[in-house]
């Protein structure tokens, strides 16, 4: 393309013709200004391209990472709200000091002892940052969700561990001295009826309630 413009600016420039020599001049110039252009262009959309198919995978790994973790999560909502229930039922027995129910309490003292044990931290974020991939991701309000997620991650942790603490160092101390688990026993049965037990159960509550 470049020889016969060439020519012909040669042919126009022998013939007197400037005019059209620098007509066919700027033809040229655009032509190779819009070729130059017109390959940025498809560059530019590979590249767009590239890092929008980098963006849905990207998405696709988050989606998949919280679709388990919410497998995970929902597990263990069910395991807290059991023994919830069975607190609040306790509960119920105590403030009404229902001695009829001594044994139903007897066999839910034991649960005092559970905890849901959800030890999980939600990276996703922070390895996106450190990834470089968050620079990819346009849709904001999925990275700040991510943030959000992460922060109730690390509030979840802390609830349980909590709960891990009260249930070993404090109930524990108070029921393996009060309460013959292996004969499902108490010494003193108004114990069971006491103040100070309850507390027992309404701390518990207070902590799975923030967890649920």
């Known amino acids: ?27 040229e110039i655009f ?3 819009a070729g130059i252009l017109i390959a940025l262009s498809v560059n530019n959309w590979t590249t767009k391209k590239s890092l929008r198919n980098d963006e849905l995978k990207i998405y696709e790994t988050i989606l998949n990472r919280i679709q388990e973790d919410k497998h995970v999560i929902l597990g263990t909502i069910e395991y807290n709200n059991i023994y919830l229930k069975q607190f609040q039922f306790a509960d119920q027995i105590i403030a009404a000091n229902n001695r009829s129910k001594l044994d139903t309490l007897l066999r839910i003292v034991p649960s005092l002892f559970r905890y849901s044990d959800f030890d999980k931290s939600s990276n996703i974020y922070q390895n996106l940052v450190n990834s470089g991939e968050l620079k990819i991701l346009e849709n904001t309000m999925i990275t700040s969700s991510l943030q959000i997620l992460e922060e109730t991650y690390i509030y979840m942790n802390r609830m349980e561990n909590i ?43 207070s ?6």
């Open 1 to 27: 393309m470049s020889e016969i413009f060439m020519k012909l600016r040669i042919k126009e420039m022998l013939q007197g013709k400037m005019k059209r020599y620098l007509v066919f001049g700027i033809v």
């Open 31 to 33: 032509l190779v200004v």
């Open 163 to 205: 709960h891990l603490q009260l249930a070993m160092e404090q109930i524990s101390k108070e029921i393996m001295t009060s309460v013959d688990l292996s004969l499902n026993t108490v010494e003193n049965p108004d114990w069971l009826y006491s103040f100070q037990f309850r507390n027992m159960f309404f701390a518990s509550m």
């Open 207 to 212: 902590i799975m309630n923030r967890k649920g």
